[in-house]
Protein backbone atom coordinates (compact mmCIF):
# COMPACT_ATOMS: atom_id res chain seq x y z
CA UNK A 1 0.00 0.00 0.00
CA UNK A 2 1.62 3.38 -0.84
CA UNK A 3 2.41 5.73 1.92
CA UNK A 4 0.75 9.15 1.63
CA UNK A 5 3.52 11.74 0.20
CA UNK A 6 3.65 15.52 -0.91
CA UNK A 7 4.77 13.68 -4.16
CA UNK A 8 1.65 11.74 -4.06
CA UNK A 9 -0.83 14.48 -3.55
CA UNK A 10 0.72 16.69 -6.04
CA UNK A 11 0.13 14.10 -8.99
CA UNK A 12 -3.61 12.77 -7.13
CA UNK A 13 -4.46 16.66 -7.44
CA UNK A 14 -2.37 16.97 -11.13
CA UNK A 15 -4.93 13.52 -12.62
CA UNK A 16 -7.96 15.31 -10.40
CA UNK A 17 -7.22 18.71 -12.77
CA UNK A 18 -6.82 17.11 -15.80
CA UNK A 19 -9.61 15.25 -15.09
CA UNK A 20 -11.90 18.35 -14.51
CA UNK A 21 -9.91 20.44 -17.22
CA UNK A 22 -11.57 17.12 -19.71
CA UNK A 23 -15.28 17.70 -18.73
CA UNK A 24 -17.69 19.55 -20.81
CA UNK A 25 -17.51 23.03 -20.46
CA UNK A 26 -20.83 23.77 -22.07
CA UNK A 27 -24.20 21.77 -22.79
CA UNK A 28 -27.10 22.73 -24.67
CA UNK A 29 -29.86 20.12 -24.30
CA UNK A 30 -32.92 19.66 -26.11
CA UNK A 31 -35.55 18.12 -24.55
CA UNK A 32 -39.18 17.08 -25.92
CA UNK A 33 -41.17 14.92 -23.50
CA UNK A 34 -44.14 13.25 -25.66
CA UNK A 35 -47.76 14.37 -25.76
CA UNK A 36 -47.05 17.19 -22.68
CA UNK A 37 -49.69 20.28 -22.57
CA UNK A 38 -48.69 23.34 -21.26
CA UNK A 39 -51.64 23.45 -19.58
CA UNK A 40 -51.34 20.34 -17.50
CA UNK A 41 -48.15 21.97 -15.91
CA UNK A 42 -47.94 23.88 -12.56
CA UNK A 43 -45.65 26.73 -14.16
CA UNK A 44 -48.20 26.82 -16.79
CA UNK A 45 -51.24 27.19 -13.98
CA UNK A 46 -52.24 23.66 -13.61
CA UNK A 47 -53.34 23.03 -9.96
CA UNK A 48 -52.12 19.25 -9.47
CA UNK A 49 -48.54 18.47 -8.66
CA UNK A 50 -47.54 17.30 -12.03
CA UNK A 51 -44.60 19.20 -12.92
CA UNK A 52 -42.61 20.07 -9.82
CA UNK A 53 -39.20 19.49 -10.91
CA UNK A 54 -39.81 21.41 -14.56
CA UNK A 55 -41.52 24.22 -12.74
CA UNK A 56 -38.33 24.64 -10.75
CA UNK A 57 -36.39 25.20 -14.21
CA UNK A 58 -39.35 27.33 -15.07
CA UNK A 59 -38.92 29.69 -12.61
CA UNK A 60 -35.31 29.89 -12.94
CA UNK A 61 -35.48 30.62 -16.76
CA UNK A 62 -37.55 32.06 -19.32
CA UNK A 63 -41.54 30.55 -20.26
CA UNK A 64 -42.80 30.97 -23.36
CA UNK A 65 -46.49 31.07 -23.38
CA UNK A 66 -47.36 31.15 -27.25
CA UNK A 67 -45.47 28.30 -28.68
CA UNK A 68 -46.96 26.02 -31.76
CA UNK A 69 -45.53 22.51 -33.30
CA UNK A 70 -45.69 22.65 -37.09
CA UNK A 71 -47.11 19.82 -37.05
CA UNK A 72 -49.17 17.76 -34.81
CA UNK A 73 -47.78 14.63 -34.73
CA UNK A 74 -44.50 12.80 -33.53
CA UNK A 75 -42.79 12.24 -37.12
CA UNK A 76 -42.82 15.47 -38.59
CA UNK A 77 -43.29 17.40 -35.80
CA UNK A 78 -39.85 16.32 -34.40
CA UNK A 79 -38.30 16.48 -37.89
CA UNK A 80 -38.93 20.08 -37.67
CA UNK A 81 -37.12 20.31 -34.55
CA UNK A 82 -34.10 18.86 -35.75
CA UNK A 83 -34.08 20.21 -39.21
CA UNK A 84 -35.56 24.01 -38.56
CA UNK A 85 -38.08 23.41 -41.68
CA UNK A 86 -41.87 23.26 -41.95
CA UNK A 87 -43.00 19.41 -42.43
CA UNK A 88 -43.48 19.94 -46.31
CA UNK A 89 -40.23 21.35 -46.77
CA UNK A 90 -38.72 18.46 -45.08
CA UNK A 91 -40.68 16.05 -46.83
CA UNK A 92 -40.96 13.72 -43.23
CA UNK A 93 -44.47 13.71 -43.37
CA UNK A 94 -45.77 10.11 -42.90
CA UNK A 95 -45.34 7.18 -41.44
CA UNK A 96 -43.46 5.99 -45.06
CA UNK A 97 -41.01 8.84 -45.03
CA UNK A 98 -37.95 8.77 -43.60
CA UNK A 99 -35.69 12.67 -43.50
CA UNK A 100 -34.68 12.97 -47.50
CA UNK A 101 -30.92 13.22 -47.52
CA UNK A 102 -30.68 16.83 -48.81
CA UNK A 103 -32.22 17.97 -45.87
CA UNK A 104 -29.61 19.27 -43.08
CA UNK A 105 -30.24 18.79 -39.32
CA UNK A 106 -29.36 21.03 -36.62
CA UNK A 107 -27.30 18.45 -35.19
CA UNK A 108 -25.02 18.61 -38.86
CA UNK A 109 -24.73 22.39 -38.06
CA UNK A 110 -23.82 22.19 -34.75
CA UNK A 111 -21.20 19.31 -35.43
CA UNK A 112 -19.55 21.59 -38.16
CA UNK A 113 -19.30 24.60 -35.53
CA UNK A 114 -17.11 21.70 -33.39
CA UNK A 115 -20.10 20.59 -31.23
CA UNK A 116 -20.08 16.88 -30.03
CA UNK A 117 -23.90 16.23 -30.99
CA UNK A 118 -26.04 12.91 -28.88
CA UNK A 119 -29.12 11.70 -28.77
CA UNK A 120 -30.99 9.74 -26.45
CA UNK A 121 -34.59 8.77 -27.70
CA UNK A 122 -37.40 6.59 -26.40
CA UNK A 123 -39.72 6.86 -28.96
CA UNK A 124 -38.31 5.82 -32.61
CA UNK A 125 -40.71 7.92 -34.34
CA UNK A 126 -38.65 10.68 -33.04
CA UNK A 127 -35.51 9.02 -33.97
CA UNK A 128 -34.15 6.46 -36.47
CA UNK A 129 -37.12 5.31 -38.16
CA UNK A 130 -37.43 9.05 -39.51
CA UNK A 131 -34.00 8.97 -40.44
CA UNK A 132 -33.09 11.89 -37.48
CA UNK A 133 -30.24 10.17 -36.18
CA UNK A 134 -28.32 12.35 -39.12
CA UNK A 135 -25.27 14.19 -37.65
CA UNK A 136 -25.32 12.58 -34.37
CA UNK A 137 -22.34 11.53 -33.21
CA UNK A 138 -23.85 8.94 -30.96
CA UNK A 139 -27.57 8.16 -31.70
CA UNK A 140 -29.58 5.78 -29.42
CA UNK A 141 -33.17 4.82 -29.31
CA UNK A 142 -36.18 1.99 -29.68
CA UNK A 143 -35.17 0.75 -33.33
CA UNK A 144 -31.21 0.76 -32.94
CA UNK A 145 -30.30 0.57 -29.20
CA UNK A 146 -32.87 0.16 -26.32
CA UNK A 147 -34.52 -2.92 -27.70
CA UNK A 148 -37.31 -4.66 -25.68
CA UNK A 149 -34.89 -6.87 -24.09
CA UNK A 150 -32.37 -3.80 -23.58
CA UNK A 151 -35.01 -1.36 -22.01
CA UNK A 152 -37.55 -4.26 -19.91
CA UNK A 153 -40.50 -3.85 -17.88
CA UNK A 154 -41.82 -0.25 -19.53
CA UNK A 155 -45.35 1.24 -18.75
CA UNK A 156 -46.76 1.92 -22.75
CA UNK A 157 -44.34 -0.35 -24.14
CA UNK A 158 -41.65 2.46 -24.67
CA UNK A 159 -38.34 3.26 -23.13
CA UNK A 160 -39.01 4.90 -19.31
CA UNK A 161 -37.70 8.28 -18.80
CA UNK A 162 -35.92 7.03 -15.77
CA UNK A 163 -33.78 4.67 -18.11
CA UNK A 164 -33.32 7.05 -20.61
CA UNK A 165 -32.20 10.05 -18.47
CA UNK A 166 -29.84 6.66 -16.52
CA UNK A 167 -28.26 6.28 -19.90
CA UNK A 168 -27.66 9.82 -20.73
CA UNK A 169 -25.93 10.67 -17.47
CA UNK A 170 -23.79 7.18 -18.13
CA UNK A 171 -22.63 8.43 -21.46
CA UNK A 172 -21.97 12.25 -20.01
CA UNK A 173 -19.76 10.38 -16.73
CA UNK A 174 -17.05 9.38 -19.76
CA UNK A 175 -17.32 12.08 -22.68
CA UNK A 176 -14.56 14.22 -22.92
CA UNK A 177 -15.55 16.93 -25.23
CA UNK A 178 -15.69 21.02 -24.72
CA UNK A 179 -19.07 21.65 -26.04
CA UNK A 180 -21.96 19.03 -25.71
CA UNK A 181 -25.51 18.91 -27.99
CA UNK A 182 -28.21 17.08 -26.21
CA UNK A 183 -31.19 15.59 -27.59
CA UNK A 184 -33.35 13.84 -25.39
CA UNK A 185 -36.88 12.60 -25.87
CA UNK A 186 -38.88 10.77 -23.32
CA UNK A 187 -42.50 9.44 -23.88
CA UNK A 188 -43.96 8.59 -20.93
CA UNK A 189 -47.52 10.76 -21.30
CA UNK A 190 -48.11 9.04 -24.46
CA UNK A 191 -50.76 7.02 -24.88
CA UNK A 192 -51.99 4.10 -23.64
CA UNK A 193 -51.60 5.98 -20.57
CA UNK A 194 -49.48 4.23 -17.73
CA UNK A 195 -47.25 4.68 -15.09
CA UNK A 196 -46.24 4.12 -12.03
CA UNK A 197 -48.78 2.13 -9.81
CA UNK A 198 -47.54 4.93 -7.01
CA UNK A 199 -47.78 7.70 -9.14
CA UNK A 200 -51.31 6.55 -10.72
CA UNK A 201 -52.94 5.60 -7.46
CA UNK A 202 -51.32 9.84 -6.29
CA UNK A 203 -53.54 11.46 -9.28
CA UNK A 204 -56.66 8.35 -9.39
CA UNK A 205 -57.00 9.65 -5.14
CA UNK A 206 -60.31 7.67 -4.37
CA UNK A 207 -61.38 6.85 -7.94
CA UNK A 208 -63.02 3.39 -7.98
CA UNK A 209 -64.28 2.64 -10.97
CA UNK A 210 -63.17 2.05 -14.75
CA UNK A 211 -59.66 3.22 -15.67
CA UNK A 212 -60.04 4.04 -19.17
CA UNK A 213 -56.06 4.42 -20.98
CA UNK A 214 -56.56 4.13 -24.63
CA UNK A 215 -59.50 6.05 -27.00
CA UNK A 216 -60.72 6.82 -30.39
CA UNK A 217 -60.02 9.70 -32.91
CA UNK A 218 -63.15 11.47 -33.31
CA UNK A 219 -65.68 8.37 -33.28
CA UNK A 220 -67.85 6.68 -30.89
CA UNK A 221 -65.60 8.40 -28.31
CA UNK A 222 -68.57 10.09 -25.90
CA UNK A 223 -66.89 8.19 -22.69
CA UNK A 224 -68.70 8.84 -19.60
CA UNK A 225 -66.95 11.70 -17.65
CA UNK A 226 -65.79 9.59 -14.58
CA UNK A 227 -63.69 7.26 -17.30
CA UNK A 228 -62.81 10.83 -19.04
CA UNK A 229 -60.94 11.91 -15.72
CA UNK A 230 -59.55 8.66 -14.58
CA UNK A 231 -57.51 8.73 -18.08
CA UNK A 232 -57.03 12.39 -17.58
CA UNK A 233 -55.30 11.37 -14.20
CA UNK A 234 -53.45 8.48 -15.69
CA UNK A 235 -52.13 11.24 -18.62
CA UNK A 236 -51.16 13.68 -15.50
CA UNK A 237 -49.29 10.44 -13.76
CA UNK A 238 -47.28 10.11 -17.01
CA UNK A 239 -46.11 13.58 -17.04
CA UNK A 240 -45.44 13.18 -13.38
CA UNK A 241 -43.14 10.49 -14.09
CA UNK A 242 -41.38 11.85 -16.81
CA UNK A 243 -41.03 14.91 -15.07
CA UNK A 244 -39.48 12.53 -12.07
CA UNK A 245 -36.85 11.44 -14.83
CA UNK A 246 -36.12 15.38 -15.23
CA UNK A 247 -35.22 15.91 -11.63
CA UNK A 248 -32.86 12.85 -11.56
CA UNK A 249 -30.79 14.67 -14.93
CA UNK A 250 -31.11 18.00 -12.94
CA UNK A 251 -29.51 16.11 -9.81
CA UNK A 252 -26.78 13.64 -12.13
CA UNK A 253 -25.44 17.12 -13.63
CA UNK A 254 -25.47 19.03 -10.20
CA UNK A 255 -23.51 15.78 -9.18
CA UNK A 256 -20.95 16.05 -11.94
CA UNK A 257 -20.71 20.04 -11.23
CA UNK A 258 -22.23 20.54 -15.46
CA UNK A 259 -25.80 22.00 -13.98
CA UNK A 260 -24.47 25.41 -14.24
CA UNK A 261 -22.64 24.86 -17.67
CA UNK A 262 -25.83 23.46 -19.06
CA UNK A 263 -28.75 25.35 -20.97
CA UNK A 264 -32.18 23.37 -21.51
CA UNK A 265 -34.62 23.81 -23.60
CA UNK A 266 -37.79 21.82 -22.92
CA UNK A 267 -40.86 21.60 -25.22
CA UNK A 268 -43.13 19.04 -26.72
CA UNK A 269 -43.53 17.31 -29.72
CA UNK A 270 -47.32 17.52 -29.51
CA UNK A 271 -50.24 17.89 -27.10
CA UNK A 272 -53.39 15.85 -26.41
CA UNK A 273 -57.15 16.01 -26.92
CA UNK A 274 -59.12 14.86 -24.26
CA UNK A 275 -62.44 15.30 -25.96
CA UNK A 276 -62.89 18.94 -25.80
CA UNK A 277 -64.19 19.06 -29.51
CA UNK A 278 -65.41 16.26 -29.37
CA UNK A 279 -61.68 14.51 -30.50
CA UNK A 280 -59.01 12.92 -28.59
CA UNK A 281 -55.19 12.04 -28.82
CA UNK A 282 -53.38 13.60 -31.71
CA UNK A 283 -52.22 13.55 -35.49
CA UNK A 284 -54.65 14.94 -37.98
CA UNK A 285 -56.40 18.02 -35.92
CA UNK A 286 -55.06 21.73 -35.25
CA UNK A 287 -57.10 22.22 -31.40
CA UNK A 288 -54.78 24.01 -29.28
CA UNK A 289 -55.06 20.80 -27.04
CA UNK A 290 -53.47 19.38 -29.60
CA UNK A 291 -50.47 21.77 -31.40
CA UNK A 292 -49.93 24.10 -28.56
CA UNK A 293 -47.46 23.10 -26.69
CA UNK A 294 -44.75 24.16 -23.81
CA UNK A 295 -41.28 25.94 -24.15
CA UNK A 296 -38.93 26.28 -21.06
CA UNK A 297 -35.63 28.09 -21.94
CA UNK A 298 -33.16 27.85 -19.22
CA UNK A 299 -29.04 28.54 -18.64
CA UNK A 300 -26.53 30.97 -18.12
CA UNK A 301 -27.13 34.09 -19.37
CA UNK A 302 -31.31 33.65 -19.74
CA UNK A 303 -32.92 35.95 -17.83
CA UNK A 304 -36.29 34.81 -16.15
CA UNK A 305 -39.60 35.77 -16.88
CA UNK A 306 -42.66 34.93 -19.28
CA UNK A 307 -42.28 35.58 -22.69
CA UNK A 308 -45.95 35.78 -24.68
CA UNK A 309 -44.12 35.90 -28.34
CA UNK A 310 -45.90 33.99 -31.01
CA UNK A 311 -43.48 31.27 -31.81
CA UNK A 312 -42.84 27.35 -33.10
CA UNK A 313 -40.78 24.67 -33.05
CA UNK A 314 -38.42 26.12 -36.08
CA UNK A 315 -37.60 29.41 -33.37
CA UNK A 316 -36.36 26.88 -30.92
CA UNK A 317 -34.08 25.59 -34.11
CA UNK A 318 -32.67 29.26 -34.36
CA UNK A 319 -32.49 29.77 -30.39
CA UNK A 320 -30.21 26.59 -30.46
CA UNK A 321 -28.07 27.76 -32.76
CA UNK A 322 -27.84 30.92 -31.38
CA UNK A 323 -27.03 29.61 -27.41
CA UNK A 324 -24.11 27.50 -29.43
CA UNK A 325 -22.83 30.76 -30.97
CA UNK A 326 -23.57 29.38 -34.80
CA UNK A 327 -26.61 31.68 -35.98
CA UNK A 328 -28.13 29.09 -38.86
CA UNK A 329 -29.12 31.76 -41.68
CA UNK A 330 -30.54 29.56 -44.45
CA UNK A 331 -33.67 28.67 -41.09
CA UNK A 332 -36.56 30.18 -41.58
CA UNK A 333 -37.12 30.60 -38.14
CA UNK A 334 -36.57 33.06 -35.58
CA UNK A 335 -34.36 33.07 -32.09
CA UNK A 336 -37.17 33.60 -28.90
CA UNK A 337 -34.31 35.27 -27.26
CA UNK A 338 -33.88 37.80 -29.97
CA UNK A 339 -36.36 40.78 -29.94
CA UNK A 340 -40.33 40.28 -31.21
CA UNK A 341 -41.28 39.86 -34.53
CA UNK A 342 -43.86 42.54 -35.37
CA UNK A 343 -46.61 40.43 -37.54
CA UNK A 344 -45.40 36.78 -36.32
CA UNK A 345 -46.71 33.73 -38.16
CA UNK A 346 -46.77 29.67 -37.50
CA UNK A 347 -47.63 27.42 -39.77
CA UNK A 348 -48.39 23.76 -38.98
CA UNK A 349 -49.14 20.74 -41.63
CA UNK A 350 -50.88 17.19 -41.96
CA UNK A 351 -50.52 15.48 -44.92
CA UNK A 352 -51.14 11.94 -44.22
CA UNK A 353 -53.32 8.88 -44.95
CA UNK A 354 -54.68 11.54 -48.25
CA UNK A 355 -56.16 13.91 -44.95
CA UNK A 356 -54.66 17.44 -46.23
CA UNK A 357 -54.92 19.52 -43.58
CA UNK A 358 -52.81 22.96 -42.95
CA UNK A 359 -53.29 26.01 -39.94
CA UNK A 360 -52.37 29.34 -39.71
CA UNK A 361 -51.80 31.71 -36.97
CA UNK A 362 -51.31 34.96 -36.60
CA UNK A 363 -51.04 37.68 -33.44
CA UNK A 364 -54.90 37.21 -32.80
CA UNK A 365 -56.28 34.60 -35.54
CA UNK A 366 -56.09 30.55 -36.01
CA UNK A 367 -57.23 29.78 -39.74
CA UNK A 368 -57.55 26.31 -40.39
CA UNK A 369 -57.75 24.90 -44.21
CA UNK A 370 -58.33 21.49 -45.42
CA UNK A 371 -59.13 20.52 -49.01
CA UNK A 372 -60.58 17.49 -50.16
CA UNK A 373 -58.58 14.45 -49.02
CA UNK A 374 -57.14 11.79 -51.98
CA UNK A 375 -59.91 9.20 -51.67
CA UNK A 376 -57.62 6.24 -53.29
CA UNK A 377 -54.75 6.95 -50.39
CA UNK A 378 -57.72 7.67 -47.45
CA UNK A 379 -58.89 4.13 -48.77
CA UNK A 380 -56.42 2.18 -48.41
CA UNK A 381 -55.80 2.84 -44.73
CA UNK A 382 -59.43 3.41 -43.53
CA UNK A 383 -61.78 0.59 -44.59
CA UNK A 384 -64.70 2.77 -42.80
CA UNK A 385 -64.82 6.51 -43.31
CA UNK A 386 -67.31 6.77 -40.69
CA UNK A 387 -64.03 6.37 -38.06
CA UNK A 388 -63.14 10.13 -39.78
CA UNK A 389 -66.29 12.44 -39.86
CA UNK A 390 -64.12 15.51 -39.84
CA UNK A 391 -62.49 14.49 -43.44
CA UNK A 392 -63.96 16.41 -46.30
CA UNK A 393 -63.65 14.39 -49.67
CA UNK A 394 -65.00 16.73 -52.06
CA UNK A 395 -64.49 20.47 -51.49
CA UNK A 396 -62.62 22.57 -49.03
CA UNK A 397 -63.38 22.90 -45.67
CA UNK A 398 -62.39 26.13 -43.48
CA UNK A 399 -62.36 27.17 -40.06
CA UNK A 400 -61.22 30.72 -38.30
CA UNK A 401 -60.83 31.02 -34.15
CA UNK A 402 -60.21 34.38 -32.79
CA UNK A 403 -57.94 32.90 -29.82
CA UNK A 404 -58.02 36.70 -28.31
CA UNK A 405 -61.86 36.75 -27.60
CA UNK A 406 -62.31 32.96 -27.62
CA UNK A 407 -59.39 31.10 -26.50
CA UNK A 408 -61.36 27.92 -26.59
CA UNK A 409 -62.29 27.61 -30.02
CA UNK A 410 -65.91 27.48 -29.84
CA UNK A 411 -67.06 29.84 -32.34
CA UNK A 412 -65.88 29.53 -35.92
CA UNK A 413 -65.96 32.91 -37.65
CA UNK A 414 -65.44 31.16 -41.28
CA UNK A 415 -68.67 32.42 -42.34
CA UNK A 416 -67.95 35.82 -41.14
CA UNK A 417 -64.49 36.14 -42.32
CA UNK A 418 -62.63 39.31 -40.53
CA UNK A 419 -60.00 40.56 -42.53
CA UNK A 420 -57.31 39.74 -40.97
CA UNK A 421 -58.55 35.80 -41.08
CA UNK A 422 -58.79 36.39 -45.01
CA UNK A 423 -55.52 37.61 -45.59
CA UNK A 424 -54.21 34.99 -43.34
CA UNK A 425 -56.11 32.04 -45.27
CA UNK A 426 -54.68 33.48 -48.74
CA UNK A 427 -51.20 33.53 -47.10
CA UNK A 428 -51.42 29.65 -46.19
CA UNK A 429 -52.77 28.87 -49.74
CA UNK A 430 -49.46 30.69 -50.84
CA UNK A 431 -47.19 28.59 -48.94
CA UNK A 432 -49.23 25.58 -50.01
CA UNK A 433 -49.77 25.79 -53.39
CA UNK A 434 -45.84 27.31 -53.64
CA UNK A 435 -45.01 24.17 -52.54
CA UNK A 436 -46.73 22.27 -54.96
CA UNK A 437 -45.28 24.45 -57.88
Do not use: C
Not at 158 to 164: C, I, K, N
Amino acid sequence: MLKSSPLLAMLLGLLLSVDAEARPKEIIFLTLIDAMRPDHMGSYGYDKPTSPHLDTLAAQGKRYTRVYVNAPWTRPSTTSFLTGQHASRHRTETAKTKLPKDVKTLAQHLKKAGWTTAGFVANGNGGSLAGLQKGFDVFRDPTNTYTKKVRGKTYNGLPTGEFLIARTLEWLEGVKAEKLFVFLFLVDPHDPYYAPPELEKKFLGDYKGKIRRRALWEYDNDYPLAERKSMLAIYDAGIAYADLAMGQLFAGLKRMKLYDKSTFLVSADHGEGFGEHGFYLHAHHFWEEVIKVPLIVAGPGIKPGVDDRLADSLDVVATVAELAGTPWQSIPGKSVLGPKESNPRVISEYNEFGIHRQAILGPRYKVIWQRPADEAWFNRYVKDRKYFPSVSFDKDVIQVFDLQTDPLEQKDLSKDMPKEAKALLEELKAFVLNNQS
